[in-house]
């Protein structure tokens, strides 16, 4: 199973994106969906996430501008950003931890599955 990223582009300042994360096939039961940023220079950090009860998670301080949104039984999500700064500028990566399988999920055992990033460089 692959994750799909899509969506990234060259945005000017103040301009929207949204990025869509698809599986490529069946995951069992996917737990957790989120989106990572990796700018040049500095760490992957969390941009936002959310469960397969809908609770979403933004610890990185996007003021609001961005919203993470899917659903865990189709493994599919979307980050919407509003009001791009060039300090967004980076590769975006979507996260799923699922189940892979019934065992799996009988075993408690998660699966950590990993986008192959989506770039979005804002400037003018």
């Known amino acids: 199973v692959q994750l799909q990223a899509s969506g990234g582009g060259l945005v000017q300042p103040g301009g929207s994106l949204r990025l869509s994360c698809a599986a490529s096939a069946s995951i069992y039961r996917v737990n957790v969906m989120s989106w990572y940023r990796e700018a040049p220079g500095k760490q992957r950090e969390l941009v936002a996430s959310i469960t397969s009860t809908g609770v979403t998670n933004s610890p990185h301080s996007a003021e609001g501008r961005f919203t993470i949104s899917g659903d865990t039984a189709s493994a599919m999500v979307y980050l919407q950003m509003n009001n791009l700064k060039p300090e967004d500028t980076a590769v975006y990566y979507c996260?799923?931890?699922?189940?892979?399988?019934?065992?799996?999920?009988?075993?408690?055992?998660?699966?950590?599955?990993w986008g192959q990033g989506t770039l979005v460089t804002v400037s003018s």
């Open positions: 996260y799923f931890q699922a189940f892979s399988s019934l065992y799996d999920y009988r075993k408690r055992r998660q699966t950590d599955y």
